[in-house]
């Protein structure tokens, strides 16, 4: 399961790729507005702009602005940034690998050689997917809900 932490990252992202391009957005009215506690998401948003997915300005005019298109932005980026590594079993790891006490032959290991597909499934769709996509959805969601049909082409 992903933390509450990656939850609100995934929040402030949404609410980011909905404001008009370059116009930073203030921590203060991005917590306001996605009911998230300020200090946590002052070290959230320190955490997405080191990982290289935010930009912020200081001063008259700052706040925080993606600093990628929202469709360049993966949703495995966002989980790897605040999660870390995403491998199901520590044998897998490319950040934190460890050897299992109790594995004898990793060769061999039916729970490593099964954990491989599941790593690499999981790896493929979070790394398949972006934050457009993630802002698409929603959208569509809420489209069928209010049942507007979207002819665009």
């Known amino acids: 399961m992903i933390s509450k932490k990656t939850i609100y990252a995934f929040k402030a992202l949404i609410h980011l790729a909905g404001t008009p391009s370059g116009q930073p957005v203030l921590i203060a009215d991005l917590a306001r507005d996605e009911n998230i506690p300020k200090k946590f998401l002052e070290f959230i948003l320190l955490s997405l702009r080191k990982g290289g997915l935010l930009q912020s300005r200081v001063?008259?005019?700052?706040?925080y602005t993606l600093a990628l298109p929202?469709?360049?932005?993966?949703?495995?980026s966002i989980v790897r940034i605040l999660e870390g590594d995403i491998a199901p079993v520590q044998c897998l790891s490319t950040t934190n690998y460890a050897?299992?006490?109790?594995?004898?032959?990793?060769?061999?290991?039916?729970?490593?050689l099964t954990m491989t597909?599941?790593?690499?499934?999981?790896?493929?769709?979070?790394?398949?997917?972006?934050?457009?996509?993630?802002?698409?959805r929603s959208e569509a969601a809420r489209n069928t809900l209010q049942n507007v049909v979207d002819y665009s082409i």
């Open 99 to 112: 050897r299992c006490e109790e594995c004898r032959d990793e060769a061999t290991c039916g729970i490593r």
């Open 117 to 136: 597909d599941v790593n690499v499934a999981l790896a493929t769709v979070l790394d398949g997917l972006t934050l457009a996509d993630m802002v698409e």
């Open 70 to 76: 929202a469709n360049k932005i993966t949703i495995g």
């Open 59 to 63: 001063g008259k005019g700052g706040g």
